[in-house]
């Protein structure tokens, strides 16, 4: 294993931090940064910016000019190799004559993974990798579980009272987190490749499962909204088809008759109506997931009622709860997070760990993933 410097993680976590401007604008891309030094002074920076413009490694490149020249780049991702949207960073970094690069992390796409270090190895460049590694990984969860299932990240966030209820009986649940807990939400639907949810919530909320935030910039990119409808209750006067942006519904084979001219309406209000078979009754979830990794989803943000979130804790489908507690009690007769099957025995109960906090004033955000 390669030894690096003090001075080595340093320049590496600026371009980690680099690469996290791209949160918002890179999808289906990853985020990356770059950064290319003198001795131990900086001459280049870059980030990657938004899918189909130049990647990090270029941009660091023209900002460094001839200084690139004999210099040590640290890149949190394994340049790409290959020619796609744009060419090969690999190319440009052989083109400027650096000496030696340092990569955070392999790239988790098959298509590039280790052909990247090959490549510049053959051209005398010294590459050592593994620098941050798990915090270069960190910051492209999603898009690395798409290289390696065809699936994407799926994050199910729920808000909830004290004792675990997300809304009244009679479905009544504006608000019960504050506006702090919901400005987080929309930062999370825009790192979010997709927002996914339910017919059952778009009857009884008519949600936008837009991004409403100023201070962000999504640099023209909207989240896609998805809404999984076996029977197509969905209507054209939904508030979903009032806001820019793809709306894609998920909903069974085989429709016909009545359904089918209902399915002919929603795709003439511009849905993308796509069929997947059904499992106990319900859509496929796991088709669904393959389905929206084939549109090239890095993450979902699943904003659903009790049944969707349910069965997707249900059949492990999930990566990441995500749970905003209010100082709230709402009793028994109100909503619960999640609907799951009968236990017979308490190990049987899904499991979770608790991976991160947060406080919004007096709500707490929990982080959970499956253990």
């Not at 289906?28 to 990657?48: L, S, T």
Request: glycine share 10%; hydrophobic share 40%; proline share 5%.
């Amino acid at each position: 294993m390669s030894s690096f410097s003090a001075f080595d993680e340093r320049t590496m976590r600026r371009a980690l931090e680099l690469a996290t401007l791209g949160r918002y604008t890179t999808h289906p891309n990853p985020c990356v940064g770059c950064v290319i030094v003198q001795g131990e002074r900086i001459v280049g920076e870059g980030w990657h910016r938004k899918w189909g413009e130049p990647h990090a490694e270029p941009l660091a490149l023209a900002a460094a000019g001839d200084a690139a020249k004999g210099a040590t780049v640290y890149v949190t991702l394994e340049p790409h190799s290959y020619h796609g949207r744009t060419p090969p960073c690999t190319d440009a970094l052989i083109r400027a004559g650096v000496k030696r690069v340092i990569c955070g992390a392999l790239d988790s796409n098959p298509q590039v993974s280790g052909a990247g270090v090959a490549q510049m190895r053959a051209a005398g460049i010294e590459v050592l990798t593994g620098l941050l590694e798990a915090e270069s990984h960190a910051l492209n969860r999603g898009f690395d579980k798409r290289m390696r299932t065809g699936m994407p990240r799926v994050s199910v966030k729920i808000a909830a009272s004290l004792d675990g209820r997300t809304a009244l009986s009679d479905g009544t649940s504006k608000w019960i987190t504050g506006p702090a807990s919901r400005a987080d939400v929309h930062r999370m639907r825009a790192e979010s490749s997709a927002i996914v949810t339910g017919i059952g919530t778009v009857l009884a909320d008519d949600p936008q499962l837009t991004v409403r935030d100023a201070s962000i910039d999504l640099a023209g990119r909207i989240p896609l909204r998805v809404v999984l409808d076996m029977k197509l209750r969905l209507t054209g006067s939904a508030r979903l088809f009032q806001e820019a942006g793809d709306v894609i519904v998920f909903t069974r084979t085989g429709h016909a008759g009545e359904a089918a001219e209902r399915m002919r309406r929603l795709q003439d209000k511009g849905a993308h109506v796509e069929e997947v078979d059904t499992v106990g009754g319900h859509l496929d979830l796991r088709a669904v997931l393959h389905k929206l990794g084939e549109k090239r989803c890095n993450d979902v943000l699943v904003e659903a009622g009790a049944t969707l979130s349910g069965r997707l804790v249900e059949f492990g489908l999930v990566d990441r709860l995500i749970v905003y507690i209010a100082p709230k009690l709402l009793g028994p007769d109100a909503k619960t997070m999640v609907d799951l099957p009968a236990l017979s025995q308490l190990d049987l109960a899904p499991r979770f760990k608790l991976v991160a906090s947060e406080q919004f004033d007096d709500d707490m955000k929990l982080v959970y993933e499956p253990s």
